[in-house]
T-cell receptor, first 111, second 114 residues
């Protein structure tokens, strides 16, 4: 399998649940990213990992917890989310200073 | 305040004609610009990029123009095809930023009419 994959594609969770989003890239990139896309808004960068080290946390609430066990895998652990966290969550990867390549996203609905 | 602005939320163009999508930026440190295309329920797909040392980059039907003095870039698609109907995002980065962050516009929805 090639490119950037994300699972699950759709997720509905209650505010008290704990769930995780998974991202895997098969492009040999060293940088991985989590973005949030809400309707009619620019993509919001959440986290950046370079060589498995987190280098950016864009003031993201602690109910979102990223994990990068290796350069190919990225997780976003979710707990006690709010309805306003419902959005499309996108994972991307890149070589340094090269275009980012995106996965298909996880459509998250918090009820 | 948004550093990258796409002021047209939507644009409708006749099939076969030229589509011109515009993007303005405010940060003079930006030196690398990208255009992405996004279909519903999919992630953005990289289309074309341009470095600030150039003022034009062409790839098939897609051409990006950069006007540094005006802090403006545009994407030209010619001829426009029905499959080009999508949301187009402009993004910019400053290569001095070691985190390689992209700053994104809000997108322009392009509709190609048959």
């Amino acid at each position: 399998e090639t490119g950037v994959t994300q699972t699950p594609r759709h997720l509905v969770m209650g505010m008290t649940n704990k769930k995780s989003l998974k991202c895997e890239q098969h492009l040999g990139h060293n940088a991985m990213y989590w973005y949030k896309q809400s309707a009619k808004k620019p993509l919001e960068l959440m986290f950046v990992y370079n060589f498995k080290e987190q280098t950016e946390n864009n003031s993201v609430p602690s109910r979102f917890s990223p994990e990068c066990p290796n350069s190919s895998h990225l997780f976003l652990h979710l707990h006690t989310l709010q309805p306003e966290d419902s959005a499309l969550y996108l994972c991307a990867s890149s070589h340094p200073r090269e275009p980012q390549y995106f996965g298909p996203g996880t459509r998250l609905t918090v009820t | 305040d948004q550093q990258v602005k796409q002021n047209s939320p939507s644009l409708s163009v006749q099939e076969g004609r030229i589509s011109i999508l515009n993007c303005d930026y405010t940060n003079s440190m930006f030196d690398y610009f990208l255009w992405y295309k996004k279909y519903p329920a999919e992630g953005p797909t990289f289309l074309i990029s341009i470095s600030s040392i150039k003022d034009k980059n062409e790839d098939g039907r897609f051409t990006v123009f950069l006007n540094k003095s005006a802090k403006h870039l545009s994407l030209h698609i010619v001829p426009s095809q029905p499959g080009d109907s999508a949301v187009y995002f402009c993004a910019a980065s400053a290569r001095v930023d070691s985190n390689y962050q992209l700053i994104w516009g809000a997108g322009t929805k392009l509709i190609i009419k048959p």
